[in-house]
């Protein structure tokens, strides 16, 4: 059975599952319609004629309603090919299948542990009325926190192999929507740029706009658009239509040198799902980061017990840095020993060593001035882990020497740089690093990378990527304003984790920065940045600075204790671009995260997600000098339950961490 069939029908009878099916040959233009198991959302199906003479015969369009209210109008669904006419009308339905789904899986590796994956599908099979009959079916899930869709090419004689030019799926939203976007204005991309507050019509057919896209629709709730399970296929990007105000159609990411050539493939094959989370309040989509694990296939590792979450030391935000020792720092062994001694006091599981370690077109060997089994050697007496950086087109050309030998080294993982592209072939190359580095214990983390899609799923050795405009944009620009700060948990982090590389301890004003290179700032407060380590996820993470940096500072503490990963998730309060609240849980203890933009504000953030009893809250605020002392923190304890609230004071730029411990 081809890949496609497999991750379009498997996981409908895993677990507890209910199953009903209606075979409704020959049907006609009839809506069909498919709701959520809670009744929130539902999304439509049908058959139309579109009275342009230029779009005739019978065409497949979708809508989506929350609550009863319109969030999308008919949008069309199609398929374009390189060679023969398009996919797109001249439809008759020759039958339905309708299965319902719920069953719950652990994920040791993310924001929520206990995952429920429940909802009601709906798949509707189309054949075109003329020759060549070619057939298409679209699948539909109703989740309560989302709707997701995809198309299904089955095998058939009249397609076979193919190339495909581009979808021509709708987002039709109703109203001057507005959104946050990311317009890359290339497909040659590393995702590191601000999402913009506009209105969809802003959003331009020659645009090209990355996802997730959030939006809100007017007078209605928020929603993302996103997709899953991205396998063997280009990543999707998002334009405005021709006269159409409010819509948006899918842009897909070509082959490199063929502009009218988007995936290759062959019959039987399914697309990615395309995704709408859906809620009220924009918060609420962060809370449902599960939904895009759905749709992804469980794991294929039988043993994840090797693969550690956890907390890095790095080097190359300092410039390899170090102060006040008997060496000369730089990419050499005792630099990277001193490292390795500051993540062994810190209880760090991990130190990062970043560009240089290698020649540029070798990773097999290091350069004269790294003795790497000394180092790694040194590590492991002292129970820390060594990843290494490389770049991706030495990774590419040599996999299949490199990570076996790194394995026997005992390097713990590796981060692969600089593919700025998602189309069919890189995407490729993702899963042929992650299924390789799978099979010689090595977790992964991509950087200059499109965002997640929910693969860690299926190999969670993939502890993290960026696809995010990072910490290190502080180094030249002064584009990590806290406005930016604020925007990304609402947007980029819907997708999935993000290597933002928190933990600058060079804290400055919005006055007092300037951008650096070495002993580089961040703007915001310190607390600021204690706090990223609970709203921004990502079981791989970083401890940015310096090791003399942290030596002494208040709220180091925090970073020491904090873990990567969750067993439950809440977001508090929050709106994008101004401020945001989360608490998670790990094991017995809550952690909290408040961040805000460059307005001061005070928030009372009820304390609801605790247990019975009494805790004790450790916080780390914002000094009173933090306006204009950044560094200024305040510690202190108190006890308090879950009937309790917490007032905080935020600073311009500023923020709040704090620890809750029973009492017992």
């Given at each position: ?10 996981g ?7 199953m ?5 040959n020959?049907?006609g ?17 049908e ?6 003479p230029y ?6 369009y979708?809508?989506v309603s ?5 969030i ?6 199609g ?5 023969q ?7 008759e339905?020759t039958?339905?299948?309708?299965a319902?789904h719920?069953?719950t899986?652990?994920?040791?590796f993310?924001?929520i542990?206990n ?5 009601n ?15 298409l ?6 989740y ?14 009249g ?5 495909l030019?581009?979808e021509?799926t ?11 976007a990311?317009?890359?204005g290339s ?12 209105t ?6 020659t ?17 993302g658009?996103?997709?899953a399970?991205l396998?063997d ?6 334009s ?6 409010g819509a948006l159609?899918s ?5 490199p ?8 493939a062959?019959?039987?094959?399914a ?5 709408l989370l859906v ?7 962060i ?8 749709l992804?296939p469980?794991?294929?590792l039988?043993?994840?017990s090797?693969?550690k979450?956890g ?14 020792v008997?060496?000369?720092p730089?990419?050499?062994?005792d630099?990277?020993?001193?490292y390795?001694?500051f993540?062994s006091k810190s209880h760090?599981?991990y ?6 370690w290698?020649?540029e077109d ?13 180092i790694?050697?040194?590590a ?6 060594i ?10 050309k040599q996999?299949d020497?490199a990570?076996p030998l790194?394995?026997?080294w005992?390097?713990?993982g ?5 593919m700025d ?5 890189m ?7 992650v ?13 200059g990378a499109?965002?997640?899609?929910g ?7 993939l ?5 995010v405009?990072?910490?290190?944009y502080?180094?030249?620009?002064r ?12 947007t980029r982090?819907?997708?999935g984790p ?8 060079n804290?400055?004003?919005?006055e007092q920065?300037?951008?650096?290179r ?16 609970v709203v ?5 993470e970083?401890?940015s ?5 942290y030596?002494?500072?208040p709220?180091?503490?925090f ?5 990567t990963?969750w067993?439950d998730?809440?977001?508090?309060n ?5 401020y ?7 094991g017995d ?5 408040s961040?805000?933009?460059?307005t ?8 609801k997600?605790?247990?019975p009893?009494?805790?004790n809250a450790?916080?780390f ?16 304890s108190?006890?308090v ?6 007032p905080?004071?935020l ?14």
């Open positions: 059975m081809g890949k496609g069939i497999h991750s379009v029908r498997n409908l009878c895993i677990g507890s599952c209910l009903l099916l209606v075979a409704l020959g049907l233009a009839s809506p069909l319609t498919v709701t959520s198991p809670g009744g929130t959302l539902s999304v439509t199906f058959l139309k004629s579109n009275p342009q779009l005739p015969g019978l065409r497949a979708y809508r929350f609550k009863g209210t319109a999308l109008n008919d949008s069309p669904l398929l374009d090919f390189k060679g006419p398009a996919l797109d009308h001249g439809f339905v039958g339905s299948q309708r319902s719920d069953s899986w652990t994920n040791t993310g924001a542990r995952v429920r994956d429940h909802y599908q709906l798949t509707v099979s189309l054949r075109e009325r003329e020759a060549p009959g070619r057939q079916d679209l699948v539909f899930r109703a309560d926190s989302g709707i997701a869709f995809r198309y299904f090419l089955p095998r058939q004689e397609l076979g192999k193919f190339t030019s581009s021509d709708g987002f039709y939203f109703p109203g001057d929507a507005s959104a946050f990311l317009n890359l497909y040659t991309t590393s995702y590191e740029s601000e999402f913009q507050a506009l969809l019509d802003e959003i331009k057919p645009s090209i706009v990355g996802i997730p896209l959030l939006v809100h629709v007017t007078d209605g709730p928020w929603v658009i996103l997709e399970d396998d296929y280009p990543g999707m990007y998002l405005g239509v021709w006269g159409v105000p159609m842009k897909l990411s070509p082959l040198g063929h502009s009218d050539e988007a995936a290759a062959s019959t039987p094959k697309t990615p799902w395309h995704v809620n009220s309040e924009a918060g609420g989509l809370e449902s980061d599960s939904l895009i694990l759905n992804n469980p794991s294929a039988s043993d994840t090797w693969i979450p907390k890095a030391a790095w080097d190359w935000w300092s410039g390899s840095y170090a102060s006040g008997n060496f000369k730089g990419m050499n062994t630099t990277m020993k001193h390795v001694d993540a760090l599981a130190l990062l060593i970043d560009a240089g290698s020649p070798d990773i097999t060997r290091t350069v004269p001035s790294i003795d790497m089994p000394a790694i050697a040194f492991k007496q002292r129970g820390v882990r990843l290494l950086w490389m770049q991706w087109k030495a990774v590419n996999m020497q990570f790194f394995e026997k005992g390097v713990a590796v981060k692969v740089d600089y592209r998602n189309d069919q072939e995407v490729n190359f993702y899963h042929r690093v299924k390789a580095a799978a099979a010689h214990h090595l977790a992964v983390d991509f950087h499109y965002p997640p899609a693969l860690r799923r299926t190999y969670p050795n502890l993290t990527r960026e696809g405009m990072g910490m290190e502080n180094k030249w620009s584009r990590q304003t806290p406005e930016h700060l604020t925007t990304i948990p609402f982090m819907l997708a993000m290597d933002y590389t928190p933990g600058c301890f804290n400055a004003t919005r920065f300037q951008p650096r070495i002993q580089p700032m961040c703007q915001g407060t310190r607390a600021n940045q204690l706090a990223m380590y921004y996820l990502s079981p791989l970083m401890v600075d310096y090791p003399e940096d030596l002494g500072q709220g180091f503490e970073l020491e204790k904090a873990p990963v067993d998730t809440r977001v508090l929050g709106e994008p671009s101004e945001v609240t989360i608490a998670r849980r790990h203890e809550w952690f909290l995260g961040m805000t933009n460059w001061s504000r005070d928030l009372t953030v009820p304390l997600f605790l247990g009893g009494k805790w450790k916080i605020a914002d000094g009173p000098d933090a306006n204009q002392n950044a560094k200024d923190l305040s510690i202190q108190k006890q339950t879950a009937d309790d609230t917490l905080l004071h600073a311009s730029g500023g923020g709040a961490a704090v620890i809750f411990t029973q009492v017992k």
